[in-house]
């Protein structure tokens, strides 16, 4: 089997390299404590959010910049409709208006850049 067992900085002492050898030499698993770090704070994060279809459509006519009449017309959907899928969005995006609903969206990769 071929492969790291570990991984260390460029700016690791002669003292930590010769540690992580013998480690290695045992089958440990050696990692910089920044490393360490970014790891759990990736592995910390929640989940992605999925949004179903209807939710992304709407997601996108908000960001086209339409109302909510507006985007009823365009999905052949009710305002009320609107409305129940944008309060949808905003709990499962953690957010409270239109606005940052499509900056975190974006940021996610839920929405496509235009």
Partial sequence: ???????????????????AIHAASRGETVLAP???QRLVAKMRRPAPVALTARESDVLEAVADGLSNAEIGRRLFIGEATVKTHLLRIFAKLDVNDRTRAVVVALDAGLLKRR
């Fill in 34 to 36: 920044r490393v360490a």
């Fill in 1 to 19: 089997e071929a492969g790291a067992t570990g991984y260390l900085l460029k700016d690791a002492t002669r003292e930590q390299l010769v540690d």
